[in-house]
């Protein structure tokens, strides 16, 4: 799963990265100020299939979230969810056409359905959004997309 997840880290760091300011491999829990926004990209499970007598189906679930200091919003009238809406347009925004932008997390799975020869993503994603207490002063506010992909490999 580690060149999977490097490979998605990669295509993801290729289109966001004058947005994001790091990238982590699994959650970092205590994350810096000066290092939000950022991305964590962390396996979630595997499942694996016998495909035949020399190849497996592995399927990996990876969750991809984008967090960003809820702190720094709490000065904003209700009404606005600047933080919120900040999360909604790296994760999926769409164009005035209603396509999705490119550079965006969706965008991006959506570049890449197939990140190598034996690598392909699945349609399926998933968004969720949370706020989270992450230490006694740090909330974030963060939005996840749990994805699935599959790599065809031999035994």
Known sequence: MDKTISLLKEALKAKLSGKIKSWYVGDPVLIPDSAMPCIAISPNSSAIVVADNQRDNRTHKIDISVIIDARQYFGSTPSEMVG???????????????????????????????????????????IDYTTRRRTEDLITIESICTIEITHVSSR
């Open 84 to 126: 919120t809406t900040f999360l909604m347009e790296i994760m999926s925004k769409e164009n005035t056409d209603g396509t999705i932008d490119a550079a965006t997390v969706l965008g991006v799975i959506r570049d890449n359905m197939q990140l190598s020869t034996n690598r392909f993503m699945t349609g399926s994603v998933a």
